[in-house]
């Protein structure tokens, strides 16, 4: 499943792995060094009944600290001969210039964090941490070092187990994530920049955050002190349990700047479980394509709110096709939990198991539906033309279309209009010639007659399903 975008807009900050550190045998050190919180004063008891203050991290670090590790790895990487030549922008455009010549291997080293969650070495961890490792070494509080084996990961969310040789480790407590609440005080203690056992606190700043190019994970974003080397480090609440895995930043700089995000703990045990069971990681899929409902998209549909997830595309023999899904029907429930936007979508199926049955309450053609699913699995790997354009300017949409030709639909891989000319609202909306107008407002249209039909019974905006490539998204254009 993905979330698509017409026209993504660009990230004015940076989403970094909060991870390994270095590249071709350097490591490079971007801004200052988070320092250690200060526990609270001793006036403060560990107690989580006394929410309004934060509680004793100094007796949590104690406690849990020395089940917390260092992960550093070693390896190589493919990179092009041609990377770190000024050169290979002038040339390698050309058949045979320095860009053709073949790729090859620098050393790569990095380092993490992990925590151990059984006693007989069992290490979780982020995949990107241990990605492309030859060799992974774990650093104890007691400064004691193992090779470590990966046992599994798991890139889709981010989540690696790894196993160390020992026996009586210290091991961390597991919290519950539904009972963790925006504002609550939470702890992380990893390696920024090599620098082992740093402990940082923070407050959560939102849960069940998505991602650009990340809607798999509902994320628990804070306002903790993480940084490049934090990565695979356990998240604590007030209470000493682990509720996440630091993973990612947002940085202009490479460093902190306020916003971190963990992966919830339920979808991390989920994904080790797996990993320890089966020694690989199926994911459920439903096989749709979803964007987030604005409020000209709920205006368009009719909804009492902006809210679910809006389905632009439902691919032929899925679980969400065998259920019935079409495009323009909006999720708004899954199982009786709310799907506030497409992200939480994405997240809940990640966390369902493929063949399990899920009921999908839907907003269709102005009213609800129910629909069950049959969820599927993730692979291991993943009419003739009218002569002249017609222009359709009801309500000053700004749209010059025709029907594709023959050619054309084997091409689209499907039936539509062809949008040859578009100004006005059509242009500001974000709609471009080339693109293939498929459905407007939910209702299917293969000749510029059914678009004026469905004009002459629309609002103020109008809801254009669009095909630009392989990609189909609902476009939201006001015409009144």
């Given amino acids: 499943m ?90 390698g455009q050309f058949p045979g210039g320095r860009g053709q010549m073949p790729s090859r291997e620098v050393p790569m080293r990095g380092e993490g964090s992990g925590f151990i969650v059984s006693n007989d070495g069992i290490i979780l961890t982020n995949a990107h941490v241990v990605q492309d490792a030859k060799e992974v070494t774990v650093k104890l509080t007691d400064r004691r070092e193992f090779k470590a084996k990966v046992l599994g990961s798991d890139p889709q969310t981010d989540v690696a187990v790894i196993k160390i040789d020992a026996k009586n480790l210290p091991v961390v407590k597991v919290g519950d994530v539904n009972q963790l609440q925006v504002g609550e005080w939470v702890l992380a203690i990893g390696s920024p920049y090599g620098l082992e056992n740093t402990a940082t606190a923070g407050i959560v700043s939102a849960k069940g955050r998505s991602l650009p190019d990340d809607t798999s994970v509902p994320f628990i974003q804070t306002d903790v002190a993480v940084n490049p080397g934090n990565s695979g480090g356990p998240l604590f609440n007030d209470r000493g349990e682990v509720v996440g895995i630091n993973s990612q930043i947002y940085s202009r700089t490479g460093g902190f700047q306020g916003l971190s995000f963990s992966i919830p703990i339920d979808v991390a045990y989920k994904i080790k479980d797996q990993i320890l069971e089966h020694g690989k990681v199926q994911h459920a899929r439903l096989g749709v394509t979803v964007q987030e409902v604005n409020q000209d998209l709920a205006d368009s549909f009719k909804l009492d709110s902006p809210s679910g ?109 062809l949008i040859e000319r578009s100004i006005g609202p059509a242009a500001k909306a974000g709609i ?36 630009r490539g392989e990609d189909k998204i609902f476009v939201p254009v006001q015409i009144g």
């Fill in 309 to 417: 997830a809006l389905v632009s595309a439902v691919e032929k023999g899925s679980a969400a096709a065998k259920a019935g899904l079409q495009p323009g029907d909006v999720v708004r429930q899954i199982d009786g939990k709310t799907i506030v936007s497409s992200g939480d979508l994405a997240s809940t199926i990640t966390l369902a198991s493929p063949g399990e049955k899920i009921k999908l309450d839907i907003w269709r053609n102005g009213a609800h539906k129910e629909l069950v699913a049959t969820l599927g699995s993730i692979p291991a790997d993943k009419t003739q033309a009218s002569a002249g354009d017609q222009e359709v300017q009801r309500g000053q949409l700004g749209l010059a279309l025709r029907p594709l030709s023959p050619q054309e639909q084997q091409a689209a891989g499907t039936e539509g209009l």
């Fill in 2 to 91: 993905k979330t698509s975008q017409m026209k993504p807009s660009r990230l004015v900050m940076a989403l970094l792995a909060a991870g390994a550190i270095g590249g071709a045998g350097a490591t490079a050190v971007v801004g200052g060094v988070s320092m250690a919180a200060t526990a609270p004063a001793a006036s403060a008891p560990f107690s989580a009944a006394n929410p309004s203050t934060p509680s004793n991290f100094a007796q949590i670090t104690r406690d849990y600290g020395p089940a917390v590790v260092n992960i550093s790895v070693s390896g190589t990487r493919k990179v092009s001969a041609s990377e770190g030549d000024p050169f290979a922008q002038f040339f």
């Fill in 432 to 467: 471009e010639p080339g693109d293939v107008l498929l459905s407007l407002n939910g209702v299917p249209v293969h000749n510029v007659g059914q678009v004026k039909e469905a004009l002459s019974k629309a609002g103020k905006t109008v809801a254009l399903l669009v095909q």
